[in-house]
């Protein structure tokens, strides 16, 4: 498909809050609100910046301890391991990937195939469950498999059977987790379709106590159109004020036309409404310097504020060189409109 004027949209949907905040400090204007977490933190709202690790680290997947640094990012396999991890104390500056939170992905997983899409999220103050995707031999598909640790870098320790499966659909990947307000757990995922032709649902069901069992019917929250270049995929689910926003990218990662886009609902399980341009997709090529953008991790932060991580291409044009991890520092949710600036 060609999505030949998303980006005109996307520009278009930029906020310069910067200018606001300035407007803020003339005189007449009412008096600036005291500093926010944030700004103590040197932050400028709703900021894309990037790139924030600037070597191969795609899919990338995003947590804080406890709530207080140091951040964890996971990446999909690349020479440093399964499982690259890396981290921050600030957000913004970021180490070297730093060694394998997965050493050992489960004896179902045929690791040397690669494993896709971490994603981590603490359970209580000294748990943590790693959600993966990994070939299976045993269903000849893509499986999601889940890892328990005590500590964010791992090594984490593979369950002995996936958590996940559906082969007829074309496997399921992309997993990643969402606690909905109250503290209930919920695991989205992707039926990969479109290795077989077929389209691409994106499912959410209710995961047990111990982070990782499922324990109820999935529920499909979207799926596919010819707009999305017949892919949806890499869902990240996040609530905010009233909210549930369900990041996603949509079109072939290895294009230009890969994006970060969401659908929005008021209810955790949906019905999910695709939000349409000016304000939806969030980020596509060339929207702040990125290329291919996607693969997106998006997290409520203690409810303070809400922070995100993805990929854009290294050298601009496709996924062969790499994909660079970069971040959105405070992305600005408000009344089921997603903005960023630059
Ligand atoms: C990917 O981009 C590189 C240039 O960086 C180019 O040489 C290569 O042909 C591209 N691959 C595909 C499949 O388009």
């Not at 899409?117 to 603490?122: E, G, N």
Request: proline share 8%; glycine share 10%.
């Amino acid at each position: 498909m060609m999505r030949t004027t998303s980006t005109t949209f996307a520009i278009t949907a930029l906020v310069c809050l910067a200018d606001l905040a300035a407007g803020a400090a003339t005189p007449g204007n009412t008096p600036r609100a005291p500093m926010r977490l944030r700004d103590m933190l040197n932050k400028r709202a709703g900021t894309v910046a990037g790139p924030k690790i600037n070597q191969d680290f795609p899919d990338p997947g995003l947590i804080l301890p406890n709530g207080s640094p140091p951040w964890y990012a996971y990446s999909t396999s690349t020479s440093h391991g399964h499982v690259p991890y890396a981290t921050s104390q600030d957000f913004n500056t970021w180490t070297a990937p730093l060694g394998d939170a997965l050493p050992n992905a489960g004896s179902w997983a045929e690791a040397s195939q690669g494993i896709w899409a971490p994603d981590v999220r603490q359970i209580t103050s000294n748990s943590y469950v790693m959600y993966y995707t990994a070939f299976s031999t045993a269903d000849g598909t893509h499986c999601i498999g889940a890892a328990t640790s005590s500590t964010p870098k791992g090594p984490f320790t593979p369950q002995s059977a996936p958590i996940h499966c559906d082969d007829s659909g074309g496997g399921v990947i992309d997993a990643s987790g969402f606690e909905a307000p109250g503290g209930a757990l919920y695991l989205v995922w992707k039926v990969d379709g479109n290795s077989k032709g077929q389209s691409t649902p994106i499912f959410i069901a209710p995961i047990g106590a111990n982070g990782y069992t499922i324990t109820g019917t999935p529920v499909q929250l979207i799926t596919d159109s010819s707009v999305d270049g017949n892919i949806v995929e890499a869902p990240s689910m996040v609530y905010w004020d009233g909210w549930y926003y369900l990041f996603f990218s949509s079109n072939s990662y290895n294009t230009l036309y890969y994006d970060v886009s969401y659908a929005v609902s008021t209810s955790v399980t949906g019905p999910f409404t695709k939000v349409q341009a000016p304000n939806a997709p969030l980020l596509v090529s060339g929207d702040c310097g990125t290329a291919g953008p996607g693969g997106a991790t998006v997290i409520n932060v203690l409810n303070n504020y809400v922070n995100a991580v993805f990929h854009s291409d290294i050298n601009g044009e496709n996924a062969s060189g790499g994909r660079a991890m970069w971040s959105i520092t405070d992305l600005t949710l408000s009344g089921g409109v997603a903005t960023v600036n630059c």
